[in-house]
């Protein structure tokens, strides 16, 4: 299990870039898989991007080609590279992270797949 906090969030008007960051802690965290997720009012929570702890990656269709997720595993840091805002970007975003095994290392999409949340970093995306 590890606790994570998330940060950089704002507030950013449409065509912006913010970098959101998610602090890990655990001695293990390179053998995590992490992912971000995002929950816009009176919207369900929804997957954004993953990377595996082979560092394979995977994105939400809305964010392909503007949002990059890395990790930095020295730092036991996800980060979370958003461009090319929009205002329906607005919303609070959600670091995960699973220790469960995953011998593929397949990125995973589903909430179900992660055991581990932060509490959230609000983006905010005006107009």
């Known amino acids: 299990q590890v606790q994570l906090v998330e940060s950089g969030g704002g507030l950013v008007q449409a065509g912006g870039s913010l970098r959101l960051s998610c602090l890990a802690s655990?001695?293990?965290?390179?053998?995590?898989?992490v992912s971000w997720f995002r929950q816009a009012p009176g919207k369900e929570r929804e997957f954004v991007a993953a990377?595996?702890?082979?560092?394979?990656?995977a994105y939400a269709d809305s964010v392909k080609g503007r949002f990059t997720i890395s990790r930095d595993n020295a730092k036991n840091t996800v980060y979370l590279q958003m461009s090319g805002l929009k205002p329906e970007d607005t919303a609070l975003y959600y670091c995960a992270a699973s220790g469960r095994g995953n011998p593929l290392g397949v990125p995973w999409s589903t909430q179900e797949s992660y055991a581990d949340w932060g509490q959230g970093t609000q983006v905010t995306v005006s107009s």
């Open positions: 990377a595996s702890w082979r560092s394979l990656t």
């Open positions: 655990g001695r293990t965290f390179s053998a995590y898989d």
